[in-house]
């Protein structure tokens, strides 16, 4: 079953740090099968009106997402940003 990973940033606050974490991220997600649905903030908000940057990833399956975020590529970019930003991710599965 797909499942998507959902990243929100609450606060980035070293963008050369967010800038070496994504130019390893990208690939290393990419290539665990990860791909780019969306990316950015948001052009319309309701509800809470989080204005806050989101990145969505469509994986195989949950199982994929998981791997891909344990992975050691992954890992390498997570250390890369280190505490550059504050954000949230959840991975769920489709429907």
């Known amino acids: 079953m797909t499942a998507y990973w959902i990243a929100t940033?609450?606060?980035?606050?070293?963008?050369?740090?967010?800038a070496a974490?994504?130019?390893?991220?990208?690939?290393?997600?990419?290539?665990?099968?990860?791909?780019y649905l969306a990316r950015g903030n948001p052009e319309q908000v309701y509800e809470l009106g989080q204005d806050t940057r989101t990145v969505l990833l469509e994986f195989e399956s949950v199982q994929a997402a998981r791997d891909a975020h344990d992975g050691a590529a992954y890992t390498e970019a997570l250390e890369a940003l280190g505490d550059g930003a504050r954000r949230d991710i959840r991975i769920v599965p489709g429907v």
């Open 21 to 35: 974490y994504a130019a390893l991220a990208a690939p290393a997600l990419e290539a665990a099968g990860g791909r």
């Open 9 to 18: 940033y609450d606060e980035i606050s070293d963008p050369d740090k967010m």
